[in-house]
């Protein structure tokens, strides 16, 4: 198989996170192609970076040695992908698909067996960190794929992550990021009942956050999303509740396939649901914390 070459890349999902990661790879320097769903927002990006070029479908990803994809679930992945007008009908082979988005492990895998029929390598290398994060270019990035082909595509990835950790075989990044991101749901619940149990004795919100903080408790939650997303009610940091379950999902089926019964596994997905459910549509993953107010009868909002 051909050694990695990193000249005209693509860029398929212009979303939260998709947008600021492939302004790092226009102020790399890369020749770039991009494309999203939403026309309007690929035509914003093409005006703020006049080196990129919009593209009309996917043949016109014919020539790109890498194609990224960042987006929000495997079916859309696959649509993109394996679809009768699809990637894999215009890419050639010795090309590369990274998939940056969080998808269900074992279908990165299928995906990869696929495209290799073509003579495509695939890399998955979902992101963590946020959206203030992927603006700064400073994401923690989990590769799973041939150790060859992520060496290849390293000095991509270096170029909006500041820590390229590599897990294992193809899949492996995306069953790291669900677990990731169920240890990071978790965070998110436990430091609201905390929080709400303390209110309700009279603790200010604000002061036993400085608490947990300065002590054992402290975690990403608590250290930077409650007093910028939660206390300040605006509940905005960039991640949609509704993709946080799925990544829980995603991280409780892999659990299953192992033959594992998570105990607080299930009860954090069962909470997640419940409280997506219960929740408008489209809200921030932080809004969760609305729901477990509504709950528990006490809000860390005013005094």
């Known amino acids: 198989m051909s050694e990695v070459t990193l000249g005209t890349v693509g860029h398929i999902g212009l979303g939260a996170m998709g947008r600021p990661i492939a302004r790092n790879f226009v102020r790399g320097g890369r020749s770039l192609i991009v494309r999203d769903a939403d026309p309007a927002a690929q035509q914003r990006f093409v005006d703020e970076h006049p080196t990129a070029v919009g593209a009309g479908g996917t043949e016109d990803f014919a020539d ?29 082979p010795g090309s590369v698909i990274v998939d940056m988005g969080s998808s269900v492990p074992t279908r990165t ?62 899949g492996s990044g995306h069953a790291a990021k669900a677990l990731n991101n169920l240890l990071a749901a978790n965070n998110v619940l436990v430091a609201a009942e905390a929080l709400l149990v303390g209110k309700k004795f009279g603790i200010d919100p604000a002061t036993l956050l400085s608490v947990f903080n300065a002590g054992s408790g402290r975690n990403r939650a608590t250290e930077t999303k409650y007093e910028k997303f939660v206390l300040s009610r605006t509940f905005d940091s960039g991640f949609a509740a509704a993709l946080m379950r799925k990544d829980v999902g995603i991280a409780l089926d892999l659990a299953h396939d192992q033959g594992i019964s998570p105990v607080l596994g299930e009860a954090i997905g069962q909470v997640w649901n419940a409280a997506v459910e219960a929740l408008e549509p489209g809200v921030d993953q932080m809004a969760v914390v609305r729901h477990l107010e509504q709950v528990y009868g006490v809000s860390l909002g005013g005094q």
Request: aromatic share 0%.
């Open 109 to 170: 895998q299928r995906l990869a067996e696929v495209a290799a029929e073509k003579g495509v390598r695939v890399v998955d290398a979902p992101v963590s960190g946020g959206v203030a994060r992927a603006e700064q270019g400073t994401l923690a990035v989990m590769a799973g794929g041939d150790a060859a082909v992520v060496d290849g595509v390293t000095p991509l990835l270096q170029e909006t992550g500041s820590e390229i950790i590599r897990v294992g075989p193809v």
């Open 64 to 92: 790109c040695d890498v194609v990224v994809l960042m987006l929000p679930t495997s079916d859309i992945v696959d649509s993109v992908v394996l679809s009768e007008d699809g990637l894999l009908q215009h890419l050639r």
